[in-house]
């Protein structure tokens, strides 16, 4: 009996060093791998778990599973991969000289996502594609080849998009990194590096060089004739009447004799400064400035004349007229944002439901303040656009405010005042099913909404509206309570009564910085929708005495009530 006992002893310990070895030899296995750029693939996460049926009081569990698009409890639970692009303010991976560094920085991110069915695309292979390939660039800490804006699209980035971006925010060049990458500019600034470096595919493509690591694809953009050129994110400022002496410094000037709005911002746009002031037939291209203060606006009457002008006002007149444009052009100013130089004892929420504007109101307060926001959760697709604070531990006050969806009362007592942010629940239902479905810029299909996941999500997600700021009607220590649609109509009112309430300083320069790139690259596109009402008769009187509900709260606590928009009253 001894015997058998003692060999089968002997056995298991052999076992347990052979299961010991093959455990290191795979963890090596695994590390050489990585270190040769080997593809890491990832089961998809399951589109079809939505949410189920449940009460009005706490939201739905299932946000606290890991899916497409969840937003995770646990600040490093899971990293969401997500459709769309951003604007990043700049590279945010820790500098290194090291290229291989580099790699392994971004390939923690990127990796996540399944790998495109290539990896690297032949330099000898034919491609079509728009405008015009100029070569491959370096682009490190060092020697950036392009400074302007920046924007991600981690599944379906490709030359065409990263070029359409570029010429629509008024850049000449159009630069793709890593496959995923697009970087935008008018000049190029750094050397030529070997084409062998841009070997890598763009994930949305075949065929199509789209950079490396620490390298640029670089296109210029398909030309379009004078005045047929499309641009966003820009804005009329107003009319402004200035002494001659203060516009003949402005760095640039044009005098044509056919001048056109449009023309003069398109020469403000190429020489890439922010501001066209116009008056035809002059064109001054400048910074932003004080000098374009809203108490200083005049009569938009008074530059009605600027139409039809076609030559100069008199050489007696000491004062001008102008009317004054935001090119999409983003003045280096507002690009910079840092931590709190010191850290604040006080926590202050940025609530609201999903699918509110969130992410467009922490753009916004980033803006004006030049301070980073911070969040309950960790989205990294929301870090690599720039959002700095989505890393940064959300209790650690080196953030002006923090993102929180959250609406239980321990959570809510964690905060010591907080911005509730309210938008129509109609479009909130929409806007988050939109980002579950396709990301924070992508939209549902139709056959999305004609499925059986879109009545559970609003049966789930429609009470949640309403517990969610009943919740913190109640429960939150200090309140201000900023309505969506109001900050749409009255950007500027509304963003002086967010950093005072911040407690922040807002100079002239960064509210002109907010005003002239409001929509930046984190808002979706309204273009495009169902082709049908996807709410029916049930859902309208399921939701609306939830509006009722939600306006009560707010008229007995003496806060600003719902817009009429929502409901009729």
Same mark, same amino acid.
């Given at each position: 009996?001894?015997?058998?006992?003692?060999?089968?002893?002997?056995?298991?310990?052999?076992?347990?060093?052979?299961?010991?070895?093959?455990?290191?030899?795979?963890?090596?296995?695994?590390?050489?791998?990585?270190?040769?750029?080997?593809?890491?693939?990832?089961?998809?996460?399951?589109?079809?778990?939505?949410?189920?049926?449940?009460?009005?009081?706490?939201?739905?569990?299932?946000?606290?599973?890991?899916?497409?698009?969840?937003?995770?409890?646990?600040?490093?639970?899971?990293?969401?991969?997500?459709?769309?692009?951003?604007?990043?303010?700049?590279?945010?991976?820790?500098?290194?000289?090291?290229?291989?560094?580099?790699?392994?920085?971004?390939?923690?991110?990127?990796?996540?996502?399944?790998?495109?069915?290539?990896?690297?695309?032949?330099?000898?292979?034919?491609?079509?594609?728009?405008?015009?390939?100029?070569?491959?660039?370096?682009?490190?800490?060092?020697?950036?080849?392009?400074?302007?804006?920046?924007?991600?699209?981690?599944?379906?980035?490709?030359?065409?998009?990263?070029?359409?971006?570029?010429?629509?925010?008024?850049?000449?060049?159009?630069?793709?990194?890593?496959?995923?990458?697009?970087?935008?500019?008018?000049?190029?600034?750094?050397?030529?590096?070997?084409?062998?470096?841009?070997?890598?595919?763009?994930?949305?493509?075949?065929?199509?060089?789209?950079?490396?690591?620490?390298?640029?694809? $670089?296109?210029? =953009?398909?030309?379009?004739?004078? %005045?047929?050129?499309? #641009?966003?994110?820009?804005? @009329?400022?107003?009319? /402004? *009447?200035?002494?001659?002496?203060?516009?003949?410094?402005?760095?640039?000037?044009?005098?044509?004799?056919?001048?056109?709005?449009?023309?003069?911002?398109?020469?403000?746009?190429?020489?890439?400064?922010?501001?066209?002031?116009?008056?035809?037939?002059?064109?001054?291209?400048?910074?932003?400035?004080?000098?374009?203060?809203?108490?200083?606006?005049?009569?938009?009457?008074?530059?009605?004349?600027?139409?039809?002008?076609?030559?100069?006002?008199?050489?007696?007149?000491?004062?001008?007229?102008?009317?004054?444009?935001?090119?999409?052009?983003?003045?280096?100013?507002?690009?910079?944002?840092?931590?709190?130089?010191?850290?604040?004892?006080?926590?202050?929420?940025?609530?609201?439901?999903?699918?509110?504007?969130?992410?467009?109101?922490?753009?916004? $307060?980033?803006? =004006?303040?030049?301070?980073?926001? %911070?969040?309950?959760? #960790?989205?990294?697709?929301? @870090?690599?656009?720039? /959002? *700095?604070?989505?890393?940064?531990?959300?209790?650690?006050?080196?953030?002006?405010?923090?993102?929180?969806?959250?609406?239980?009362?321990?959570?809510?007592?964690?905060?010591?005042?907080?911005?509730?942010?309210?938008?129509?629940?109609?479009?909130?239902?929409?806007?988050?099913?939109?980002?579950?479905?396709?990301?924070?810029?992508?939209?549902?299909?139709?056959?999305?909404?004609?499925?059986?996941?879109?009545?559970?999500?609003?049966?789930?997600?429609?009470?949640?509206?309403?517990?969610?700021?009943?919740?913190?009607?109640?429960?939150?220590?200090?309140?201000?309570?900023?309505?969506?649609?109001?900050?749409?109509?009255?950007?500027?009112?509304?963003?002086?009564?967010?950093?005072?309430?911040?407690?922040?300083?807002?100079?002239?320069?960064?509210?002109?910085?907010?005003?002239?790139?409001?929509?930046?690259?984190?808002?979706?596109?309204?273009?495009?929708?169902?082709?049908?009402?996807?709410?029916?008769?049930?859902?309208?009187?399921?939701?609306?005495?939830?509006?009722?509900?939600?306006?009560?709260?707010?008229?007995?606590?003496?806060?600003?009530?719902?817009?009429?928009?929502?409901?009729?009253?």
């Amino acid at each position: 009996m001894v015997a058998p006992l003692y060999r089968l002893h002997c056995l298991l310990k052999r076992a347990q060093m052979l299961l010991l070895c093959l455990g290191i030899a795979y963890l090596m296995a695994g590390s050489i791998l990585l270190l040769q750029r080997s593809s890491v693939r990832v089961a998809q996460p399951n589109l079809a778990g939505l949410p189920p049926l449940l009460s009005l009081a706490a939201p739905p569990t299932a946000l606290r599973t890991a899916g497409l698009g969840v937003r995770a409890r646990s600040r490093w639970a899971a990293v969401q991969p997500v459709s769309g692009g951003g604007a990043k303010a700049g590279r945010h991976w820790p500098a290194s000289q090291s290229l291989g560094v580099q790699h392994l920085h971004r390939r923690w991110f990127h990796s996540l996502l399944p790998e495109s069915p290539e990896q690297r695309v032949s330099l000898h292979r034919s491609s079509r594609h728009k405008g015009t390939y100029i070569g491959c660039f370096l682009h490190n800490a060092s020697d950036r080849a392009l400074g302007g804006t920046m924007l991600y699209d981690l599944r379906k980035m490709t030359s065409s998009l990263c070029q359409d971006t570029c010429s629509e925010s008024g850049y000449q060049f159009a630069g793709l990194e890593y496959g995923a990458e697009c970087h935008c500019g008018n000049r190029i600034s750094s050397p030529r590096a070997p084409e062998e470096d841009c070997s890598l595919v763009c994930r949305g493509e075949r065929g199509s060089p789209c950079g490396g690591v620490g390298r640029l694809s $670089i296109y210029k =953009v398909e030309e379009q004739l004078p %005045g047929h050129r499309k #641009f966003r994110n820009v804005h @009329y400022r107003g009319c /402004f *009447k200035m002494p001659k002496n203060t516009i003949s410094t402005f760095p640039t000037y044009s005098l044509q004799p056919n001048l056109t709005t449009q023309s003069c911002i398109e020469t403000c746009t190429d020489k890439e400064l922010p501001l066209a002031v116009f008056r035809k037939p002059h064109c001054f291209c400048t910074w932003t400035s004080s000098l374009f203060s809203l108490n200083q606006q005049s009569d938009n009457q008074q530059c009605a004349g600027n139409y039809t002008a076609i030559s100069a006002p008199p050489a007696s007149a000491e004062h001008e007229h102008f009317q004054v444009y935001h090119t999409p052009v983003l003045d280096s100013r507002c690009k910079e944002r840092m931590f709190l130089p010191q850290r604040s004892s006080s926590l202050v929420a940025l609530s609201s439901f999903p699918g509110a504007g969130n992410t467009w109101v922490r753009h916004l $307060i980033e803006l =004006v303040t030049g301070y980073y926001t %911070g969040s309950f959760y #960790f989205d990294g697709t929301l @870090y690599n656009r720039g /959002f *700095k604070g989505e890393k940064d531990y959300w209790k650690s006050g080196r953030s002006i405010c923090v993102k929180t969806h959250e609406s239980g009362q321990k959570e809510i007592e964690m905060f010591d005042s907080a911005i509730l942010l309210i938008r129509n629940p109609y479009r909130s239902l929409v806007a988050e099913f939109n980002r579950k479905c396709a990301g924070h810029l992508g939209h549902a299909t139709d056959a999305q909404w004609k499925s059986k996941e879109w009545p559970e999500f609003v049966s789930s997600y429609a009470p949640w509206w309403a517990s969610h700021a009943l919740s913190w009607l109640k429960f939150g220590r200090r309140l201000l309570v900023v309505h969506y649609e109001e900050l749409q109509r009255t950007l500027l009112p509304q963003l002086r009564l967010i950093t005072d309430f911040l407690n922040a300083t807002m100079t002239e320069e960064r509210l002109l910085c907010a005003q002239s790139n409001q929509d930046g690259h984190f808002k979706r596109s309204g273009a495009q929708r169902p082709s049908f009402d996807p709410f029916t008769t049930d859902m309208r009187q399921m939701i609306d005495p939830f509006i009722r509900t939600v306006d009560q709260a707010l008229q007995s606590r003496n806060l600003s009530r719902l817009p009429q928009e929502y409901l009729p009253r």
